[in-house]
């Protein structure tokens, strides 16, 4: 599985982006994808989750601002991020899960993405 993320850029406080990853190769094994975020001099957090059935979870930080979906037909997950704030600032990095019938689990990540919001 390969993972290509885009759309970070610098934004004002308040304003939006939308992240793309999208996957490629034994997409079709994946069980759940997940962006995670890694601000300077913190810890890789995980910000949203969205799994095969579509159920979803988020970062208690992020509740009602960011969105995370999927469209299958292009094997791409978005995460909409809205009302951004200055600590959103970090790189994106997009993750997914396989698990393969034998239980045997595998971690794909791509490329992180910069997102800066400006005060």
């Known amino acids: 599985v390969q993972l290509q993320a885009s759309g970070g850029g610098l934004v004002q406080a308040g304003g939006s982006l939308r992240l793309s990853c999208a996957a490629s190769?034994?997409?079709?094994?994946?069980?759940?994808m997940d962006w995670y975020r890694q601000a300077p001099g913190k810890q890789r957090e995980l910000v949203a989750t969205?799994?095969?059935?579509?159920?979803?979870n988020y970062a208690d930080s992020v509740k009602g601002r960011f969105t995370i979906s999927a469209d299958n037909a292009k094997n791409t997950v978005y995460l909409q991020m809205n009302s951004l704030k200055p600590e959103d600032t970090a790189v994106y990095y997009c993750h997914a899960i396989v698990v393969l019938i034998t239980h045997e689990k595998y971690d794909y990540w791509g490329q992180g993405t910069l997102v800066t919001v400006s005060s």
């Open positions: 190769g034994s997409s079709n094994s994946i069980n759940a």
């Open positions: 969205i799994r095969r059935g579509g159920s979803t």
